[in-house]
């Protein structure tokens, strides 16, 4: 069970005033409230950091570090997220392992002990060691989305200090399942099922796949099941990564990572553009997918993905999958992320290929976008 460790609180767009509970469990977690989030960014340049006073988990002393505009020129456009180990003695170095996970203070699946125990185990040294995420969230995506209210947001950070496991400690009693259903995964022992999708053959078994999904326990074990279980299923209409990626959430309850094109050369910026674009498509792939075999975690765990990197090459491909799929919360994103788009940027989205497809399908979405534009306009004239 994760402890409450205290919160650091930013106001006045550069102090930070820190109430420590001190979690003495292994686990435990801090919350970093941003209040005059704007402030922030107008004071603190890129480059530096506000930090949090420090707080107490797992026997450690740790600070949060909050940077509105970026640590590096990299992270320019980013909120970047650090932590870092404080020492009892400044004169004696200390170092730990441990595992940490940043998340904004609603979105619960990032914060399961389950989860953290999957992520990365860094090494810290309290003469300065600082690890975290330098692209946490893109400025205008936080923006736009709903973590940012009344120019505040919160961040929860959880931290799980790894100690020797033949001390006995309760850290050895948390859940490790999702691991040992990743290696079943991996290793194929006793796979019972094989699936072919674009070319490319995944083993699977039936009891973890119908356990999990209503759809694989019709497919799998229902009336129409094949006589012959050692033949393969092929799947249609579905990319080879993102049934990598949906298996690796049905076997691990974690949301997967795109498997990247190892055949894609440097390109400099070119090559992040469309490393972003493969990813974007890689998402919506994946949540249709998620629509489709009825994982309602994974559907809006992708839906969450989906508002938050909204762009104008995206948001039309975006909004049709919203209404196809009747994701109401998606949808909204979609429509609002228009109607605060200017008016060059909205012919940018409506010279996308998806626009069409909103236009000749889905004719009252289009009502929908007319009507929040030309509300929006009438507003931006009345403040003129």
């Not at 209040?35 to 922030?40: A, G, L, Q």
């Not at 420090?54 to 970047?80: E, L, R, T």
């Not at 040992?180 to 009891?207: I, M, P, S, W, Y």
Request: hydrophobic fraction near 35%.
């Amino acid at each position: 069970m994760s402890s409450f460790s205290g919160v650091s609180v930013v106001t006045e767009g550069k102090h930070c005033t820190t109430s420590v509970v001190n979690a003495r469990t292994e686990s435990g977690y801090h919350l970093l409230v941003v209040k005059d989030y704007s402030r922030t960014v107008q004071q603190i340049p890129n480059g530096e950091m506000i930090s949090s006073g420090a707080f107490m988990v797992g026997g450690h002393q740790w600070s949060i570090n909050y940077s509105p505009n970026g640590v590096d020129p990299s992270s320019a456009d980013f909120i970047s997220l650090l932590i870092c180990l404080h020492g009892d003695d400044d004169e004696v170095e200390e170092v730990t392992e441990a595992k940490f996970e940043f998340s904004f203070i609603d979105q619960v699946e990032y914060q399961k002990p389950v989860y953290i125990r999957s992520t990365e185990t860094r090494i810290f040294s309290s003469k300065g060691d600082f690890h975290g995420y330098t692209l946490f969230v893109k400025r205008d995506a936080l923006e736009r989305s709903a973590h940012l209210k009344d120019d505040c947001f919160t961040i929860r950070c959880d931290i799980m200090v790894c100690k020797d496991p033949s001390a006995g400690d309760a850290v050895g009693t948390l859940s490790d399942v999702h691991q040992h259903f990743d290696h079943l995964l991996q290793n194929k022992v006793g796979a019972d099922v094989t699936f072919e999708v674009n070319g490319q053959k995944f083993a699977a078994h039936r009891c973890v796949l119908a356990a999990r999904s209503k759809v694989f326990m019709a497919q799998l074990f229902g009336p129409m099941t094949e006589s012959n279980t050692s033949s393969v299923i092929h799947i249609k209409d579905m990319e080879a990564k993102v049934f990598a990626g949906l298996l690796k959430f049905i076997y691990t309850d974690s949301f997967p990572e795109m498997d990247k094109d190892n055949n894609m050369e440097e390109g400099g910026q070119d090559e992040e553009k469309e490393e972003e674009v493969e990813y974007v498509m890689w998402l919506q792939d994946l949540f249709v997918a998620a629509d489709r075999y009825e994982l309602q975690r994974l559907k809006l765990l992708c839906e969450g993905h989906l508002a938050e990197g909204l762009c104008v090459s995206s948001v039309a491909s975006t909004l049709a999958l919203a209404e196809q799929h009747y994701c109401h919360g998606l949808k909204e994103a979609c429509l609002k992320f228009i109607q605060d788009q200017s008016l060059p940027c909205l012919e940018k989205v409506m010279a996308t290929d998806s626009w069409e497809l909103i236009v000749t399908t889905y004719p009252s979405v289009l009502k929908e976008i007319i009507a929040k534009v030309a509300s929006s306009h009438k507003h931006k004239k009345r403040k003129q």
